[in-house]
């Protein structure tokens, strides 16, 4: 999934983002709004991971979408 698709259908990806990072909030999900960089940049904060680890759980996440 490219970024448009994912900006676009963000509504609906918002839920399956929060069950897989359970310690992003609706309010930082809202903010990035389908935005990978933001997303990257959330997880790596969270959850202390490499921007590698946290690229490859995003471009994972958008891939299976």
Known sequence: MNQDQAEG???QLKGKAQQKWGD?????????????????????ERYGKSKEEAQREVDE???NQ
Request: charged share 35%; net charge negative.
């Open 9 to 11: 259908n963000w509504k």
């Open 24 to 44: 992003l909030t609706n309010d930082d999900l809202d903010k990035m709004e389908g935005n990978r960089t933001e997303l990257v940049g959330k997880i790596q």
């Open 61 to 63: 996440f958008f891939d």
